[in-house]
């Protein structure tokens, strides 16, 4: 349901429907929120995020450790 008749969207409500749309129009790629900005990738492509270098180097290992 979008805001009342006269009431203006909150910025939350513009950038999901920008985010909807933009998923919309480039329907192969994967575009999210991502600590407080987006990400695009090719669909499938797997990300690894990490607050620290540390954290990013064990996902990776555990990734690799999996195939």
Do not use: C, H, N
């Not at 008749?5 to 991502?34: M, Y």
């Not at 180097?57 to 999996?66: F, L, W």
């Amino acid at each position: 349901m979008g805001p009342a008749e006269g009431v203006p969207a909150t910025a939350d409500e513009v950038a999901d429907r920008q985010l909807k749309s933009a998923q919309e129009t480039f329907p192969d790629w994967e575009i999210r929120p991502l600590f407080g900005g987006y990400v695009a990738v090719p669909k499938g492509t797997p990300v690894i995020t990490s607050v620290d270098v540390d954290g990013m180097v064990m996902k990776i290992y555990k990734r690799e450790a999996g195939r």
